[in-house]
């Protein structure tokens, strides 16, 4: 008999247990469940204790049925939303929690976490009609998870259907040159506009960022040519306007030394000077026309 009185000790101070964390938890309809029965599998057991040991036995397993459907562990970043029958109750915060059992209370678990939406490649006709290829991202997390369980049947779906609509939208009112440069700003639009129509469901949209843009052949082929013609234009002007400096600054120097024929001469010597440093066998050195000029009519009076 002593083991009968240890075992409902034991369950009696588990019970009382549960019924002190429903107190503290200010859980009102949870602490008049388990007071009540306590009260009644309690004062059974006593007197079944006292006639009949074996029935009493039995009734042990009653505290295993009932409180071990009442335990529920909700995780740190999780929120259990609580509905009694059927009804939307409260959300339970992290840790140990009672609820009723026998299906009187459901609790429904929410990850408040960052998800990650690896959203389809979509293509994308750009507003210069160019057909693309786009491939995003979107960053999202649960707010509230009352209006996540009640709002929206599947969060994480609706939230990937909607980022795709919203991305064909967004991205086919833009020219192609437009989402080449400017993605982070389209990030940031998408990210506005995705975060707007999901608030009703309780779901922030942290960001939104556009992985890929791929494109034709033929569209990467016509735009390579296009950067090599530029690149050819803008060669050819580079050269265009050294020609134009090299010859003002030729024109500037050939008024100085317009001005002082000595410094021509001097001129012609630094030049030979310069190219005798190289250790050249063959020097060719540029006579001015006024030397020649006057050796010709040098030659022209000996002649007469």
Excluded: C
Excluded at 88 to 111: A, C, H, T, Y
Excluded at 183 to 202: F, I, K, N
């Amino acid at each position: 008999m002593l083991w009968i009185y240890t075992i409902f000790a034991v369950l009696s101070a588990w019970w009382v247990v549960f019924i002190i964390i429903a107190a503290i938890r200010k859980q009102k309809p949870v602490f008049l469940f388990l007071l009540i029965l306590f009260l009644v599998w309690g004062i059974s057991e006593i007197i079944l204790m006292m006639s009949s040991p074996p029935i009493a036995a039995i009734l042990f397993i009653v505290p295993f049925l009932i409180l071990i459907q009442m335990m529920r562990v909700v995780q740190e970043y999780q929120r259990g939303v609580l509905f009694r029958f059927g009804r939307l109750q409260k959300v339970m915060e992290p840790g140990f929690n009672l609820i009723l059992p026998f299906g009187i209370d459901s609790l429904r678990k929410v990850d408040m976490r960052t998800f990650t939406i690896d959203v389809p490649k979509q293509e994308v006709i750009t507003r210069d009609n160019v057909p693309v290829i786009v491939d995003a991202v979107v960053y999202f997390n649960v707010f509230d998870s009352m209006l996540a369980v009640v709002k929206i049947a599947d969060y994480t779906k609706g939230t990937s259907l909607l980022a795709q609509t919203i991305l064909r939208s967004v991205l086919g009112q833009h020219e192609l040159d437009e989402m080449l440069a400017q993605r982070a700003q389209l990030g940031q639009v998408l990210q506005a506009l995705l975060d707007d129509a999901t608030d009703p469901w309780g779901i922030r949209v942290s960001a939104v960022e556009i992985k890929a843009i791929e494109l034709a052949e033929t569209m990467k082929r016509a735009m390579a040519r296009q950067a090599e013609a530029e690149r050819e234009r803008r060669a050819k002007i580079i050269a265009a306007e050294g020609e134009l400096q090299a010859s003002e600054k030729l024109a500037q120097a050939a008024d100085v030394l317009a001005k002082s024929p000595a410094s021509l001469q001097l001129r012609y010597l630094q030049t030979l000077s310069e190219i005798a440093v190289e250790k050249n066998s063959t020097i060719v050195f540029p006579l001015p026309m006024d030397l020649l000029n006057v050796i010709s009519k040098v030659a022209e009076k000996s002649s007469e």
